[in-house]
T-cell receptor
């Protein structure tokens, strides 16, 4: 079974340009996450979807970042315009459901994609 | 969250030795903890988890210890192998907000 698929793997743009990242979660996973990982740090949540609904976007810089998950399957994350400080790895993750369920089902276990590395010049 | 910039703590061990990676978590209300392994150019990968009603949990070659009194988590890797070289992150699940929060990572380097 395929894991979480992200594209592009690498993107280099000049500041003020737009950029978009795409994520296809594991089939059947209702919960989708976008994380940002700065160099040398742990991932930080940007937005979480339950099906097509964004249930937690409190950490998403809404002035320049937007995301969508039409039809509750794949998702795109857009930055417009990009700034130098946006250089990071953007990770997508998916899970069967929210939370971390019971120790037997562990429905909330996150499966991460390989990430999209963004460099803003 | 806390930031250590580019200077992640590094643990260097000899192949075959045991490794212990430590983590301090922030929220005493967190009730679920996970260790992730992240290899270069890849996303984090689940290793082992533990709930707050447990002190210890063992997996294959890995053991997680939880000390709620001092809000400390550790990951022990037995007979460390070159393939264990990676950055290791602990993460705490906060019921409030239904959010998984990652800590700063530790680089593990295994010398052959």
């Amino acid at each position: 079974e395929a894991g979480v698929v992200q594209s592009p793997r690498y993107k280099i743009i000049e500041k003020k340009q737009p950029v978009a990242f795409w994520c296809n979660p594991i089939s059947g996973h209702n919960t989708l996450y976008w994380y940002r990982q700065n160099l040398g740090q742990g991932p930080e949540l940007l937005i979480r979807y339950e099906n097509e609904e964004a249930v937690d976007d409190s950490q998403l810089p809404k002035d320049r970042f937007s995301a969508e998950r039409l039809k509750g399957v794949d998702s795109t994350l857009k930055i417009q315009p990009a700034e130098l400080g946006d250089s990071a790895v953007y990770l997508c993750a998916s899970s069967l459901g929210p939370g971390f369920g019971t120790s037997l089902t562990r429905t909330g276990e996150l499966f991460f994609g390989e990430g999209s590395r963004l460099t803003v010049l | 969250g806390e930031s250590v910039g580019l200077h992640l703590p590094t643990l260097s061990v000899q192949e075959g030795d045991n490794s212990i990676i430590n983590c301090a978590y922030s929220n005493s209300a967190s009730d679920y903890f996970i260790w992730y392994k992240q290899e270069s150019g890849k996303g984090p990968q689940f290793i082992i988890d533990i709930r707050s009603n447990m002190d210890k949990r063992q997996g294959q070659r890995v053991t997680v210890l939880l000390n709620k009194t001092v809000k400390h988590l550790s990951l022990q890797i037995a007979a460390t192998q070159p393939g264990d070289s990676a950055v290791y992150f602990c993460a705490e699940f906060m019921e409030y907000g239904n959010k998984l929060v990652f800590g700063a990572g530790t680089i593990l380097r295994v010398k052959s």
